[in-house]
């Protein structure tokens, strides 16, 4: 627990926290209110923990600067000038602000965040650990909340938002994924190890104008005994060390035990069709295949979709959590030690690099036998938010588990919005080396096709079943029709794996 958790602001007053929001809302103080202020430069730098530019931008003296100054910059603002702005009776008596003589200083980094449909929602975290920066984290304390990271955005991004009775969200944190749940959740549940944290998400829910959250304490699944749930996401402290010293980032168990621990318990607690949702960190380990490794871990009874979109070896891995914990700034020797620390514990087990990805379950149907387990590695830009193409993957999963060769070419498809066609070959040559269909959005994937596969999806438009067209192509061809649709159904199954086609409708081919 961390030594500061008295200086928390209360969380049971919805009366201030609600009249703070109608303030903070008076005074622009939102995503946009920053951005218009500030100017994208400065505001990207308050981003990266730079305060320099917010600094020399706020040298005014409108509610809007004063409030920059004080929750983002935390600086003491002049407390005449402050009750101007803010309810500050009320917010000193809350515990959201506290006296420094004739000056009032926050007590906790309140930060603006724009939600998915233009919400304007507030986040709650320590002072100093909004974002870490270069400079690492602004508190070593090992019960310390941080607040909206790149991590927390990305699992936000991809999480699956259809409506849904019940979410948990398993090592709240600051509180983000529950607001976000919130809004497409009858119920939301959320966890943490650390009541600090637990406290921090009642602030972040309250002041975000969203109905509180079932709030429990304790590790992984203990909290939630054998309830089971429609979502499920986490953003785990995944980070493999050399035992945990911060409640926010390192596991705590050997390697990479608890994000394996967490997957594989995800079984037990989804309902049928529910979506579990994880970033998480993975060895790969000398002699083993990391895609195996990874297929280990998903639960019996869950189909899976993981991707793998970094890799580091174990020296870029270990430099960059010290940097983030501030290492470097101690002394040398104390910073060789951790490094070296770190080294034997990844030489001990034979860990030459360390993956980051996201994991995705969905709770099959008790028909299906076999289930799909999808481990591949994607490390290229993709355009988020994801969740939709996340849900129309396992949409296309269970359309081709229900069709076998014969009834693929009884179907007709059509051709997903924005993919282009690039041919690569060398200048002057009279053919193409080979064919490549590249996706403009969603997870902007890129494909090699042969000349039929080019073909085939270039007619595909809804209208015709995949057989006539494979016979038309073979009469263009030369080719015979039988062979042409014995060989081309398994590519046909890759475009509408990977989303260059989709399904329309079955026809009389």
């Not at 087990?349 to 980051?356: A, D, P, T, W, Y």
């Amino acid at each position: 627990m961390s030594s500061t958790a008295a200086a928390l602001p209360t969380a049971d007053r919805h009366d201030v926290a609600a009249a703070l929001r109608d303030a903070l809302l008076r005074a622009e103080f939102t995503s946009d209110g920053l951005l218009d202020l500030l100017g994208a430069p400065a505001y990207a730098a308050l981003a990266r923990s730079e305060t320099v530019p917010a600094l020399r931008a706020t040298r005014g003296d409108s509610p809007l600067e004063t409030l920059v100054r004080l929750f983002l910059l935390q600086q003491p603002v002049p407390r005449a000038r402050l009750a101007e702005v803010l309810p500050l009776d009320a917010c000193l008596d809350g515990g959201w602000l506290r006296p420094s003589g004739d000056e009032v200083a926050a007590v906790v980094d309140v930060r603006p965040y724009g939600g998915p449909d233009g919400e304007d929602w507030y986040i709650v975290s320590d002072l100093g650990c909004a974002v870490g920066g270069a400079g690492g984290i602004g508190s070593r304390e090992e019960g310390v909340v941080l607040g909206v990271g790149g991590a927390s955005m990305t699992l936000a991004g991809i999480t699956v938002r259809t409506p849904v009775a019940s979410a948990l969200d398993l090592g709240t944190g600051s509180g983000i994924q529950a607001l976000h749940a919130a809004q497409h959740a009858t119920q939301v549940t959320a966890t943490d190890l650390n009541s600090r944290a637990l406290h921090i998400t009642a602030l972040t829910l309250a002041l975000s104008g969203v109905r509180a959250a079932d709030l429990r304490e304790g590790s992984l699944y203990e909290p939630v005994g054998e309830a089971t749930y429609d979502l499920i996401v986490s953003n785990p402290p995944f980070v493999i060390s050399p035992g945990a010293r911060l409640t926010y980032r390192d596991g705590g168990m050997g390697g990479d035990d608890l994000c394996r621990t967490l997957v594989q318990g995800a079984g037990e607690h989804l309902n049928e069709g529910g979506y579990a949702q994880f970033l998480a960190n993975w060895q790969h380990v000398d002699g083993e295949e990391w895609t195996e490794r990874l297929r280990s871990w998903v639960p019996r009874g869950c189909d899976a979709w993981i991707v793998q979109r970094e890799v580091q070896d174990v020296t870029q891995y270990a430099e960059l959590w010290l940097r983030d914990a501030g290492d470097h700034r101690t002394d040398p020797a104390e910073y060789a030690a951790r490094y070296d620390a770190w080294l034997d514990e990844f030489e001990a087990h034979k860990v030459r690099s360390v993956g980051f990805g996201w994991i995705t379950l969905r709770k099959a149907a008790a028909a299906h036998a076999e289930p799909s387990v999808v481990v591949e590695e994607w490390p290229h830009p993709v355009e988020q938010p994801l969740g939709e193409a996340v849900r129309a993957h396992f949409a296309r999963v269970d359309w081709l588990r229900t069709h076998d060769d014969a009834a693929l070419l009884e179907a007709s498809f059509r051709l997903s919005g924005e993919v282009v066609q690039e041919q690569v070959g060398l200048p002057g040559a009279e053919d193409p080396e080979h064919v490549v269909l590249r996706q403009g959005r969603g997870m902007r994937r890129a494909t090699k096709v042969d000349t039929v596969g080019a073909g085939f999806a270039g007619v595909c438009d809804g209208t015709l079943s995949a057989g006539r067209i494979l016979d038309a192509i073979a009469q263009l061809m030369g080719e015979e029709p039988v062979l042409l649709r014995d060989r081309t159904p398994a590519q046909i199954r890759t475009l509408v794996e990977q989303g260059f086609l989709e399904p329309v409708a079955d026809t009389a081919g």
